[in-house]
């Protein structure tokens, strides 16, 4: 019999990769969903799976719901990535974000405990809660500093995990998976939000691009990758908790300057702080300014991981490389929008 996996977050990048794995691989997939006026299901149509979900509404704010949810579906495995998932945003929505971010998790996992234990439990942690990291590469004995009310409901999360394991025996895993990327990914995220401005730049839908803090590093990797860690992550004889990345860390100018080269353009960079411009070396117009309005109260300035414990016990390991996902991200923008999509 194909066994039965809930997906919170099903609407999301991670969502959409990981519904069509599990599709592959034979399993019913439940897409829980939180209701809106519109069930925006355009990434698992795009990757055209939306046809073989069943989907299912379910808030994570509303523990009843969630509970009559894994009473009702009996899933095998339920993998949590629905989240208030913006870090930007959860400086202004910090009471949102540690309910949905940080409680969300707990509910799940005492439904679990409450209906069937049995049932397998994935946590999307996250990088971020490495923050003002103590140590570089990090691994899973880096000591946690978060900067953010979404770092700091994560951390919360993972803990909850961790002590559900550890005190009623559940098969719960937090997976502390750092950026990764895809055509799928949400405009408001850095890395979107610079290859689709490179494309309007191309096809002439836009002259320049306003950023933040150009010097974060980020260790960003490739999200279809990513998924099949969270999956490998299910399927072990005993639940661990795992680092994923790609061991490399490069800056938000690094990422401008590649996407640009993707359609032909050199950046050259003058002034300092708030004043610094990026210019196309050939017209001397500029592409590149800075905006305060998206720097973060406190930031994170490197994340860089070493996910040496997941190449050995789950044989996963990272494939694309920084430059081949900007390829893949720019590429995938300039069709999408030339054709109007
Ligand atoms: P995403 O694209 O922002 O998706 C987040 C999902 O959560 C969406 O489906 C969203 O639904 C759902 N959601 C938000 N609030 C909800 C609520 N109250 N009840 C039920 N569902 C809710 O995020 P992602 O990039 O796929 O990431 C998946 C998970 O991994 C998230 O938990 C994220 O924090 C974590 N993570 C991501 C990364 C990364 O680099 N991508 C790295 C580490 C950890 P709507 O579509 O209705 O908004
Ligand atoms: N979003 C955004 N927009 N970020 C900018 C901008 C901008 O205009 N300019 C500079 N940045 C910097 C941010 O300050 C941050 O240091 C970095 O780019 C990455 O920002 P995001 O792409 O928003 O991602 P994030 O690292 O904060 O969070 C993502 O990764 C986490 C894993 O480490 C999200 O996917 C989280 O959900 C995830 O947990």
Same mark, same amino acid.
């Given at each position: 019999?194909?066994?039965?996996?809930?997906?919170?977050?099903?609407?999301?990048?991670?969502?959409?990769?990981?519904?069509?794995?599990?599709?592959?691989?034979?399993?019913?997939?439940?897409?829980?969903?939180?209701?809106?006026?519109?069930?925006?299901?355009?990434?698992?149509?795009?990757?055209?799976?939306?046809?073989?979900?069943?989907?299912?509404?379910?808030?994570?704010?509303?523990?009843?719901?969630?509970?009559?949810?894994?009473?009702?579906?009996?899933?095998?495995?339920?993998?949590?990535?629905?989240a208030q998932s913006f870090v930007a945003l959860s400086f202004e929505q910090p009471v949102f974000t540690a309910d949905v971010t940080?409680?969300?998790?707990?509910?799940?996992?005492?439904?679990?405990?409450?209906?069937?234990?049995?049932?397998?439990?994935?946590?999307?942690?996250?990088?971020?809660?490495?923050?003002?990291?103590?140590?570089?590469?990090q691994n899973e004995k880096t000591p946690f500093y978060p900067r953010s009310p979404y770092a700091i409901a994560k951390l919360f999360?993972?803990?909850?995990?961790?002590?559900?394991?550890?005190?009623?025996?559940?098969?719960?895993?937090?997976?502390?998976?750092?950026?990764?990327?895809?055509?799928?990914?949400?405009? %408001? @995220? #850095?890395? *979107?939000?610079?290859?689709?401005?490179?494309? &309007?730049? =191309?096809?002439?839908?836009?002259?320049?691009?306003?950023?933040?803090?150009?010097?974060?590093?980020?260790?960003?990797?490739?999200?279809?990758?990513?998924?099949?860690?969270?999956?490998?992550?299910?399927?072990?004889?005993?639940?661990?908790?795992?680092?994923?990345?790609?061991?490399?860390?490069?800056?938000?100018? %690094? @990422? #401008?300057? *590649?996407?640009?080269?993707?359609?032909?353009? &050199?950046? =050259?960079?003058?002034?300092?702080?708030?004043?610094?411009?990026?210019?196309?070396?050939?017209?001397?117009?500029?592409?590149?300014?800075?905006?305060?309005?998206?720097?973060?109260?406190?930031?994170?300035?490197?994340?860089?991981?070493?996910?040496?414990?997941?190449?050995?016990?789950?044989?996963?390991?990272?494939?694309?490389?920084?430059?081949?996902?900007?390829?893949?991200?720019?590429?995938?923008?300039?069709?999408?929008?030339?054709?109007?999509?």
């Amino acid at each position: 019999m194909s066994k039965k996996a809930l997906i919170t977050g099903i609407t999301g990048q991670d969502g959409a990769y990981l519904s069509k794995l599990l599709l592959e691989k034979g399993y019913k997939v439940y897409g829980a969903f939180r209701r809106t006026s519109d069930l925006h299901i355009n990434r698992l149509k795009f990757l055209g799976v939306a046809d073989d979900i069943e989907y299912v509404p379910v808030e994570l704010l509303e523990f009843t719901n969630i509970h009559r949810t894994v009473e009702k579906y009996e899933p095998d495995e339920i993998y949590n990535l629905g989240a208030q998932s913006f870090v930007a945003l959860s400086f202004e929505q910090p009471v949102f974000t540690a309910d949905v971010t940080g409680l969300g998790p707990l509910r799940v996992l005492e439904a679990i405990k409450d209906v069937n234990p049995a049932i397998r439990f994935y946590q999307a942690s996250s990088s971020e809660m490495f923050g003002k990291a103590a140590e570089t590469p990090q691994n899973e004995k880096t000591p946690f500093y978060p900067r953010s009310p979404y770092a700091i409901a994560k951390l919360f999360a993972h803990w909850m995990t961790v002590n559900y394991r550890e005190s009623y025996g559940l098969y719960a895993c937090s997976g502390i998976l750092f950026n990764h990327e895809s055509p799928l990914r949400g405009v %408001e @995220f #850095v890395t *979107k939000k610079i290859t689709q401005s490179v494309a &309007r730049v =191309k096809l002439g839908l836009q002259k320049s691009i306003s950023l933040g803090n150009l010097d974060a590093r980020r260790d960003w990797g490739y999200a279809p990758e990513y998924v099949e860690a969270i999956w490998l992550m299910l399927q072990q004889k005993n639940p661990r908790d795992y680092v994923i990345a790609t061991g490399e860390t490069h800056s938000v100018r %690094e @990422f #401008v300057e *590649k996407s640009f080269a993707e359609i032909g353009v &050199r950046i =050259k960079w003058s002034g300092k702080g708030v004043k610094e411009k990026g210019v196309d070396k050939a017209t001397g117009k500029t592409l590149v300014s800075v905006n305060p309005k998206f720097f973060r109260p406190a930031e994170v300035d490197i994340l860089k991981g070493d996910c040496s414990k997941a190449k050995k016990e789950l044989r996963w390991s990272p494939k694309t490389s920084f430059g081949e996902l900007i390829g893949i991200m720019v590429k995938h923008d300039l069709d999408v929008i030339s054709k109007g999509l």
